[in-house]
């Protein structure tokens, strides 16, 4: 088990592991809101050049899981974060999270499908807390670029809670 900053020379690996996870948010979230793939090549592209640093968990050699993480002035955000299918429920999620709480100098949030109930919960066994709706479109607009389609549709989880 190794849990490293992704390379450079990792990029189609990340997106992979994005694309392939992210299917379980197929047929859940709002039809507008699924993109097929789900995160392009330049996507991730923009990503990566507003400074979201892309975190590995590396299983026999190999990326099994990603965490983005991006320091956006007072706060630290968890993007992207993603367990290869054939790999999840075997807690490559959590440590990943847990090596990024142990990093993290700032708070941290964390949005996501209000619908993915699962991701939810997941956040909330790691000591994540939803924030009210009010507080949540207060957070998407100031620290995320993100459509309001999906400002509507989306939910935000702080850590420490009562940091936000």
């Known amino acids: 088990m190794t849990i490293r900053i992704c390379r450079d020379d990792e990029r189609d690996e990340i997106l992979s592991i994005i694309n392939a996870a992210a299917e379980a948010y197929h047929g859940v979230i709002s039809a507008d809101c699924w993109h097929d793939p789900y995160m392009s090549g ?11 640093a892309f975190w590995g968990y590396e299983d026999g ?8 993480f991006q320091q ?3 706060v630290e ?3 992207h974060a993603y ?9 490559f999620g959590g440590l990943l999270l847990r ?3 142990q990093v993290s100098t700032k708070p941290m949030l964390v949005g996501t499908w209000a619908a993915a ?4 919960r997941f956040y909330e066994r790691h000591g994540f807390a939803l924030v009210s709706p009010q507080r949540k479109t207060v957070l998407l ?12 549709t989306s939910v935000v989880l702080a850590n420490p809670p009562d940091s936000q």
Do not use: C, F
């Open 72 to 74: 956006v002035r007072d």
């Open 61 to 68: 050699g190999r990326l099994a899981g990603v965490m983005g």
């Open 117 to 120: 109930e699962w991701a939810i």
């Open 77 to 79: 955000l968890i993007r």
């Open 141 to 152: 607009n100031s620290y995320w670029t993100i459509p309001e389609r999906q400002i509507e």
């Open 99 to 101: 090596h990024l709480r």
């Open 42 to 52: 330049d996507q991730l592209d923009r990503e990566l050049a507003v400074g979201v």
């Open 83 to 91: 367990v290869l299918p054939s790999k999840q429920r075997h807690g």
